[in-house]
């Protein structure tokens, strides 16, 4: 290699085509740092106040009333135009203020735009409030690190994707210490309020941090963040308040758009199956709006899963007179059996291929699987609160986690009432590579990491295993088209009326499938000679040979991942209207005292000009619920309604989108993100349908 540019090169690379093709700033960049999203009407008034709304109501778990009595009674509040403001509310709205924000957790795309909202809102009110961004998270609140956000910097990261602007970080602000030193930070740099964009886990840190600074008069505000559309709320009757956290819909376009486009090359190279993992820790919000993006052949949905009910054996239980629990829940094996069914059926089709979506947290509504992931998380929380190291460290290997959990269930106390030799045996069936996944160190908030376990890999263990099986009895045969089978047979001569009705169960029909008793090569063989149509020693013609060749399947699988890179898409249009209202919203509430309270746009699943900007309280959202082995006080995340309109349209239409018979497949093609012109969509699929009256009892 040599070193340094010949001077010509030099002088090639001053050129301005060239300039401009190797510049960082294309147009794409230059037309998004342009675009100036639309504003919902109230938000564009001078001065906006808050209107309580009586009508929705929330059963309040008597534990938010004990913890957080300051803000437990707090209303949901609509932005609504301030009538003739006086002196003093004027003075009082566009006060100087210095106002904190911070990213918690995964990125999602449209967070800059809620702080280019909130700094043009803040801006407006009064040009000397100033905006702070916490760096690298809730950390840069805990260690003070923050920096004045200028203008800048801000117009530099209008509408683009991303977090880059102070980047984000999975600390929970959760334990007493790390609240006194958040507080003394936000009193340091006398911040009038802080605003924490982030999820179910960072809003309930919101809430506490809410009460905590209550009396020293900072005002906290929350803002519904996460790819995984798991932040949504209701009232206690069902009202839709928050129908989706702002960056899904960006995320699930972009996964859509990448496994539309695999439905593309399947149905071309006819060969693969594409196996497409997408990200969702729990909830399956991402794979439901997939499979509505795109159609593809399978899409797994875990709420649905868990739903599952073996009405065999509920019956014969019932006969009994006994209760099966076991008839509750799928197992891995009956799931992978489903999908062998899905894979079989294709095949007899003539399609040797597909595309499957199976969501990242699927596993943890397989009941087995999810008994298993609480029991070790259980006993990992156990270890860390009873000795002065974590389990992780004390027990570094596979071997050595193993070891510990074989004497856990030798022992009598402690932990051993958690695991017993059932799961032990279950979990001692599992690959290696799943056992290591179960024990892979849980993320900073307890949960456990789905994205580190290969999810895909373990179903598709299964999965081969059972089609072996099932080729092995003669169930699982590749269809194969009757006229190709003439046409193959006559060109040597053969009468393929002679052969056909020997080789195939369904010789009438267009699509042939082999009888099943024909197994191997020599079965097909030995049906032949049976009717006489080759003789014992003479060797089988070439065209029927390679119409046994044929009728074999294969199942050859392409593995996926679609997460990280659609998080870090740029933000749909969607995404950055809804983020920039988000910023102008968490403005109106700050500037109306408001705290405790998530800043949200009610019917984001109605045309844009019926969006309606509101402050929905924390504390009456939130519950117990098991982390870290212990209940803890969190806001619920929202799971896929298995009677939403949306579900059921993808329920309704799945044997459709499986296309098991001959001819073509049904996919979809959304195309990529289109941030303008006609073809560019204005909201999630998800919720244009839920949004609908809905067709179903
Ligand atoms: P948030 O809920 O924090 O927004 O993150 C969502 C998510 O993208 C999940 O879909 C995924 O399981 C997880 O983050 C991945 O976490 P990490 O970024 O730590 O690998």
Known sequence: MTSGVAPDFKAFLKQPEVQKAISNINPELRDRRRYKPSQCNVLTEAYTMLQKQEQYRFDIDPEAKKLLPKIIDKRVEKIVKATNPGSAFKYRYGKKRKIGIVFSGGPAPGGHNVISGLYDAVKKANPDSEIWGFLMGPDGIIENEAKHLTK?????????????????????????????????????????????????????????????????????????KTIDGDVQAKDANGKVLCAMSFGFHTAARSFSAAVSNLCTDCSSDVKYWHICKVMGRSASHIALEIALQTHANITLIGEDIANYTDSAQVDQAEKDGKIDFRAYGITLRHLSRVLCNAIVRRAEAGKNYGVMVIPEGVLEFINEIQMLIIKLNTIIALHNRTHDDDFHTAFPTLESKFEQLRRITRRKTGAAGIWNQQDHDLFSDMPDFFQEGLLTERDSHGNFQFSLVKTEKVLM????????????????????????????????????????????????????????????????????????????????????????????????????????????????????????????????LIANGATGVMAAIRNLEKEFSEWEPIGIPIAPLMSLEERKGKLELVLEKTLVDVNSNAFKVVETLREKWLA???????????????FDGASEENRPLTLQLNGLESGCE
Request: net charge positive; aromatic share 12%; proline share 5%.
């Open 152 to 224: 800048d910097i801000i117009d530099y990261y209008r509408n683009l994707g991303g977090f880059s602007m102070i980047k984000t970080g999975r600390t929970k602000i959760d334990t007493q210490e790390k609240i006194e030193l958040s507080k003394e930070t936000c009193k340091a740099l006398e911040l009038d309020a802080l605003v924490v964009v982030g999820g179910d886990d960072s809003n309930t840190n919101a809430a506490f941090l809410a009460q905590e600074m209550y009396d020293d008069g900072i005002q906290v505000i929350g803002v519904p």
């Open 461 to 588: 263990e299964m999965v081969k295993d059972y089609l072996k099986e099932l080729a092995d009895t003669g169930k699982y045969k590749q269809g194969i088209s009757k006229a190709w089978f003439r046409k193959t047979l006559i060109r040597e001569n053969i009468d393929p009326d002679l052969f056909g009705p020997v080789l195939f169960k369904n010789y009438a029909d267009d699509m042939l499938v082999l009888k099943r008793a024909i197994i191997s090569k020599k079965t097909f063989e030995l049906a032949l000679k049976k009717k006489k149509l080759i003789d014992k020693e003479g060797s089988v013609p070439a065209s029927i040979e390679k119409v046994y060749n044929k009728t074999v399947p294969k199942f050859k699988t392409q593995t996926h991942f679609y997460g990280y890179d659609g998080r870090g898409n740029a933000p749909t249009r969607f995404d950055c209207i809804y983020t920039y209202n988000l910023g102008f919203t968490v403005f109106s």
């Open 660 to 674: 098991a018979q001959p001819g073509p497949d049904q996919f979809r093609k959304p195309g990529p993100i289109r």
